[in-house]
């Protein structure tokens, strides 16, 4: 008898043993708490050092409030997924950055703070252009869900020398779509430039999160739309869209796309234009931006001095679009100090903060007064100026998201078949039936709201 | 295969070092790719992105970098928290439970084998928002968070690994013969008293064989780290897929924190080598 | 297993049935015991999230039900019926190449991890000058941890700068053009081919320590009566060698099956369709796309597949594995 009791107790005391560190753990896991108010804020990669610059940025507002501003950079590449694993979970920063594309998805998640009534302190609705106000808004709800932060929108740049080389006058150069091909075509005769290789064009595929920015103005240019006027059914497949594609598909196989420049992601192909190895770029105002930075490295020396702006090609409707931009600031519901991080967000929000942070970034600011004077600045800027003016935006619905994640992977299918790497050939009738696949996967996507 | 026969003498020569040449390449074939790991991150990132490889000028600016330009620190020490405790409890667990697997027939052994194997046949997607929906809940309405905690990450991951766990201890406990246990017992040790003392100083190459494959195990976990953690308990691999997100274009950076994810799995692999090696050829060859 | 009758210093007393029942059911304690911790584990994180999970897959959950959650309109067997039969459903022409390319990836790897695990644990086994350095090297792809193998090869895969092709065209001239491995069919084998590369060591580590345990005179005997390398092989190794095999194959489908890391670090959430295997499109479906009930849907016929993959295998091999 006496053995058994000591067994089961040896037992027993064996897992307690073993449990015990098991409650230690949690404990020893727990971090301190800083006793001051920190505020999280999360940014994508605005720029070459985003969160130094960022930082740089706050630090005015460090002092002045006493508040402590932890900057963090979440990557365009995986941000869509964390804010969305932040807003479901509750476990999230105060404020995060947030494409003004992806702002109804993710106030459809239902993290986030209606800032409708603060709103008025930074001036409201009459402080925006209405493009730049819209993406504060979402179809079906009442209420502001996001403040503006900066924008931005792609134009095409270029190689002055290049296009000097190739004998090319850039006033006309990039007018219509016909000059747009006939243009690229006479830079791919100059092979090299001070030794090195230069392709003509080209622009990232499947793995840039931006896919869909740079296709879609051509999509527009033709007329076409990526969804009908009630935001109900998908249009992507119509004729005019498919003309759109086509166009820019269709550089690949005039070989005056560089088919390498595919497999990269957005920043790797900004990367390859500041290298001097494309010399026409379609881009946003952060570029030119860099090139006036000693602390960029990537700018070949020759590339650097050469960079030139012009506006994107007219198309069959006799009109130019381009993709507008940028980002917006989101306060999370879970946030526990949602005074001192709605003060941040006024803050970004002020005349001056705006116009420094924007020519930090080489974007331009949000709000209207500044993003006029910006515009002003000189002959660039006056070309993204007009790009922003001239901009269209996406549909602010909720299912945005998905939608565009579904046009990317057909977009990227159809870039793929044109470089000779798809499973089928290319052809105009094959394009069209990759966008019909794209508009019935949106169509559903669309009828999930009901 | 010796090539014993009757073939001439030139020939059997000629057989043997076509073999052994043969060999070499297949090997070298197989470490090239480390090769290339380890001297890609001792480049520069504007000279892989050029393309260009100079190996003669060796730097360690990629390896300098990386630490500064993504918080690795915090990715590598989370990692090593979180793969090392749940390693060590997926064995503890997986050591009881292969024990009386190995050496108790009860009612219920073959069905609790059978559930072992199981888990195994799971796609994690299937419980993935489950487990996730689980943790916010927790996190919601209990004092529990373990939400984007090493604590959650070490509990998922114990629960991941200690079936395969048990099935390798089970193999090892199983070619411990009972004579030992059996000898105990009858000198006056209780059963318990029978493992800890007689059995499990015999089966430690077992256990350190079954720690180490569960430590790989949970290095090199992924889908649930991204998408159990958030920025506190966050690993190694989402910290390079952050890093592919943000600095794609730098490649040596990549490398080096290749390089440096590598290197833990593959001291404690060799540390432990002969007893891995035995372990799992031992499980292997009783089937 | 026999029970072995222990009696912790006491002489043996003539056994009653209730006796020998106590005894049992103390012993059974013991065992119950051992095995509670694991199985508390396994029925927390295993068991009741996977029944979830399978609730899940009769929801209509996405992302306006989202906040419903388990309360989700419930549309039975919808889920099922749109990925299996609705032609006209987006979802389904996704799944259905998810599906051939995840048979395809797993048929060739898991084929060609075994016929050359063999062959190079036949190469690894002769006594030869480095032999044992050779075999330490040789584990070296396992090591690399599944993200690190994917980062590494999508950096030699690069068309252009990568290091096969210039091995490829430059320096061998064994092609004429560089081929393009992350765009279009190549993918498919942009994720072959380090999947095998990292799968080799173990499988190769086993079978090599299989062949160890073939005696030398079975092969000795074999030759002096005639039988040439091959038929060795056939009649004296691959029949010794059948239960590894046959472990190596039920496993080496698993994970193939649930491969989801190489395409996904390799090339996102989203890889080219070539490249879209079941897990990937899952968590695509689930957590992109925030159509949880299709990913689970998918789960489930995933799970029910792999269930009938094992039964069939131990159909096939029950007679070739040595049961304990």
Redesign the interface.
């Known amino acids: 008898m006496r053995?058994?009791l000591?067994?089961k107790r040896?037992?027993l005391l064996?897992?307690a043993v073993?449990i015990i560190p098991l409650t230690i753990?949690?404990a020893a896991?727990a971090?301190t708490e800083a006793p001051a108010v920190t505020l999280k804020l999360w940014i994508m990669?605005n720029g070459p050092e985003p969160v130094k610059d960022t930082e740089r940025i706050v630090a005015p507002f460090e002092r002045s409030t006493g508040i402590d501003v932890d900057v963090?950079?979440?990557?365009?590449?995986?941000q869509?997924?964390?804010i969305?694993?932040?807003a479901?979970?509750?476990?999230?920063p105060d404020v995060t950055q947030a494409g003004t594309t992806q702002v109804p998805?993710f106030a459809?998640?239902?993290g986030f703070e209606n800032l409708q009534s603060r709103v008025g302190q930074i001036g409201g609705k009459a402080a925006y252009a209405p493009g730049v106000w819209s993406t504060t808004q979402v179809v079906g709800r009442s209420g502001t869900w996001s403040v503006p932060w900066f924008t931005e929108a792609r134009t095409i740049y270029y190689r002055k020398d290049v296009l000097r080389r190739a004998g090319v006058n850039p006033k006309t150069a990039f007018k219509s779509w016909a000059a747009f091909t006939r243009t690229l075509q006479r830079i791919r005769r100059v092979k090299s430039i001070n030794g090195k290789p230069i392709a003509p064009f080209g622009q990232p595929?499947?793995?840039a999160w931006d896919l869909v920015h740079h296709i879609m103005p051509f999509v527009w240019g033709a007329g076409g739309r990526e969804l009908s006027a009630n935001n109900k059914q998908s249009t992507i497949a119509s004729p005019q869209a498919v003309t759109g594609v086509k166009y820019f598909a269709d550089l690949i196989p005039k070989g005056v796309f560089l088919?390498?420049s595919?497999?990269r992601?957005a920043?790797?192909v900004e990367?390859q234009f500041k290298?001097g190895r494309i010399a026409v770029w379609i881009g946003g105002p952060w570029v030119l931006a860099t090139a006036k930075r000693t602390d960029d490295?990537?700018w070949d020396a020759t590339a650097r001095r050469n960079v030139g702006v012009a506006q994107m090609p007219v198309g069959p409707t006799g009109k130019f679009y381009t993709f507008v931009g940028g980002s917006n600031l989101m306060l999370f519901r879970y946030s526990k100090h949602k005074n001192e991080a709605w003060q941040l967000i006024r803050y970004l929000s002020r005349n001056d903060t705006q116009l420094d942070y924007a020519r930090l970034m080489g974007m331009f600011p949000a709000r209207l007064a500044p993003q006029k004077a910006t515009g002003k600045a000189n002959a660039n800027q006056a070309a993204f100026y007009q790009a922003i003016t001239h901009g269209r935006s996406y549909a602010p619905i909720?299912?945005w998201g998905?939608v565009e994640?579904?046009y990317?992977?057909r977009f990227?299918?159809i870039l793929?078949q044109a470089?000779?790497?798809?499973?089928k050939p290319y052809t105009r009738a094959n394009v069209a039936s990759e966008l019909r696949?794209a508009a019935?996967?949106a169509n559903?996507?669309l009828a999930?709201?009901? | 295969m010796t090539a014993i026969g009757l073939a001439p003498r030139w020939a059997r020569r000629l057989t043997y070092w076509g073999l052994n040449l043969l060999t070499y390449a297949v090997v070298a074939l197989m470490v090239a790719p480390v090769l290339w790991l380890v001297a890609s991150s001792f480049q520069s990132d504007s000279r892989l992105a050029n393309g260009t490889y100079d190996f003669l000028d060796p730097t360690f600016g990629a390896f300098r970098e990386m630490w500064s330009t993504v918080d690795f620190e915090h990715y590598f020490m989370n990692s090593i928290v979180i793969c090392s405790i749940a390693a060590l409890l997926a064995t503890a667990f997986a050591s009881s439970a292969g024990y009386a697997l190995a050496r108790f027939r009860f009612r219920g052994a073959d069905t609790f084998g059978l559930a072992v194997i199981g888990t195994q046949l799971i796609p994690g997607s299937m419980f993935l928002l489950p487990i996730f929906l689980g943790f916010v809940w927790l996190k919601q309405n209990t004092a529990f968070a373990l939400y984007d905690t090493r604590l959650g990450m070490i509990l998922v991951y114990t629960a991941f690994f200690t079936p395969v766990a048990i099935f390798l201890m089970r193999a090892f406990f199983a070619a411990i013969p009972r004579e030992l246990e059996e000898a105990a017992l009858v000198d006056g040790c209780t059963r318990f008293g029978a493992f800890v003392r007689v059995v499990l100083p015999n089966a430690a190459p077992g256990i350190v064989a079954t720690y180490v494959y569960a430590f790989l195990f949970a290095w090199d976990e992924l889908l649930f780290a991204a998408n159990l953690t958030q920025e506190r308990a966050e690993t190694i691999p989402i910290g390079i897929r952050t890093f592919i997100g943000n600095y794609q274009q730098e490649y040596a950076q990549l490398m080096a924190a290749g390089v440096i994810s590598t290197i833990p799995v593959m001291v404690a692999f060799f540390l432990t080598q002969r007893w891995l090696v035995r372990g799992l050829t031992a499980g292997a060859v009783k089937g | 297993m026999s029970e072995s009758v222990v009696t912790e210093g006491l002489p043996v007393p003539a056994s009653s049935r209730r006796t020998r029942l106590l005894r049992s059911w103390r012993r059974n304690r013991f065992a119950y015991a051992l095995i509670a911790p694991a199985v508390v584990f396994m029925v927390l994180v295993h068991l009741i999230p996977t029944a979830a999970g399978i609730y899940v897959a009769f929801l209509d959950l996405n992302l306006f039900t989202f906040a419903l959650l388990f309360h989700a309109p419930r549309v039975g067997l919808q889920n099922f019926q749109d990925l299996l039969f609705d032609a006209e459903n987006p979802i389904r022409s996704g799944f259905t190449g998810a599906v051939e390319n995840t048979i395809f990836y797993t048929v060739v790897t898991v084929g060609v991890t075994l016929v050359l695990g063999i062959a190079i644990a036949q190469l690894l086994n002769r006594n030869f000058p480095g032999q044992r350095l050779a075999r330490t090297l040789m584990l070296a792809p396992w090591v690399v941890p599944s993200f690190v193998v994917a980062v590494l090869w999508q950096f030699m895969w690069q068309s252009d700068s990568g290091i096969i092709n210039k091995v490829l065209v430059d320096y061998t001239h064994i092609l004429d053009d560089k081929p393009v491995w992350l765009l279009g069919e190549n993918t498919m084998w942009a994720i072959i081919i380090p999947t095998i590369w990292r799968g080799l060591p173990f499988v190769v580590l086993i079978f090599l320590a299989g062949l160890q345990t073939i005696p030398k005179e079975l092969y000795e005997a074999a030759a002096i009566d005639g039988a040439g390398a091959w038929r060795r092989f056939r009649h004296i190794t691959l029949p010794l060698m059948k239960p590894l095999i046959a472990i190596q194959l039920l496993f080496g489908v698993i994970w193939s099956v649930y491969q989801f890391a190489v395409p996904y670090v390799m090339f996102g959430v989203n890889p080219p369709p070539d490249a879209d295997l079941l897990m990937t499109l899952i968590v695509r479906q689930s957590f992109t796309n925030q159509l949880f009930g299709y990913g689970a849907a998918i789960s489930v016929m995933l799970m029910l597949v792999m269930f009938a993959w094992v039964v069939v295998w131990y159909r096939i091999f029950r007679r070739d594995l040595v049961t304990a």
């Open positions: 053995s058994r000591n067994g040896r037992l064996a897992f073993a753990l949690p896991m971090r990669n963090e950079l979440v990557g365009w590449d995986v869509y997924q964390r969305t694993n932040a479901i979970s509750g476990e999230s998805y459809a998640l239902r595929g499947r793995v088919k390498s595919l497999e992601n920043p790797q990367e290298g490295e990537a909720p299912q998905p994640n579904v990317k992977a990227a299918n793929e470089a000779g790497k798809g499973s696949a019935r996967e559903k996507l999930q709201g009901g």
